[in-house]
């Protein structure tokens, strides 16, 4: 049996700006990474572009019907650049995390953080990084507290917007996620 990995974000997972997402993206390039390895897992890119805590909580009932063995949650940049409350995204991200416990139990959860742009300074910055370290806590959840780490603010890694990655910035991204998911991938019983 293959178990499946559900990258559940936005744009970022989606593979935004990339010639070829279904190669190029952090789900692409984590899938590839498994079938090297010989690892049984498949990957489902779930990344919507545009997507916010709440527009992505309404469709996660679909999403959760693939039944992950680890489910990778990263939102929350899009709510951020509309200006919404970091107590509102935390409030979101809080549920989907509790629907994923309730519809998928044996799920293992990844939270991917997102470190705030340099010219984020002052807009609830303090407020905001702290919501992916909170909710990893209280959940008792992985947490790669930034996944953009040595990717975010270098204009050479970064699209024109200075938002979303380049080829070689989701390659970065992928290898600061990978860590993390192969100590859950060792650590469920399903391998």
């Known amino acids: 049996m293959v178990h499946k990995i559900v990258f559940f974000g936005d744009s970022l997972m989606a593979g935004y700006g990339l010639k070829d ?3 190029e993206s952090i789900p692409a390039l984590i899938g590839a990474k498994l079938k090297q390895l010989n690892l049984n897992y498949s990957v489902i890119n779930a990344g919507v572009s545009g997507d916010t805590t709440a527009s ?17 949650l990263e939102l ?3 709510d951020f650049l509309r200006g919404m409350s970091p107590v509102l995204i935390l409030s979101n991200l809080q549920l989907i995390i509790n629907k994923v416990k309730s519809n998928c139990p044996s799920a293992s959860i990844l939270l ?3 470190e705030l742009p340099n ?11 702290g919501i992916f370290p909170a909710l990893a806590e209280k959940n008792a959840i992985s947490l790669v507290p930034s996944f ?11 699209m024109y917007d200075g938002v979303h990655p380049l080829k070689e910035g989701y390659q970065i991204a992928a290898e600061n996620i990978w860590p993390e998911l192969y ?7 399903d391998v």
Request: proline share 4%.
């Open 148 to 158: 953009l780490k040595n990717v975010a603010g270098i204009r050479t890694l970064n």
């Open 183 to 189: 100590r859950i991938i060792q650590e469920r019983k």
């Open 21 to 23: 997402p279904s190669n």
């Open 119 to 129: 010219w984020a300074t002052g807009w609830h910055q303090s407020d905001y990084s």
């Open 56 to 72: 992505a909580l309404a469709r996660l009932d679909q999403v959760l019907n693939e039944k992950p063995a680890i489910f990778i």
């Open 112 to 114: 991917l953080g997102i």
């Open 76 to 78: 929350g940049a899009n």
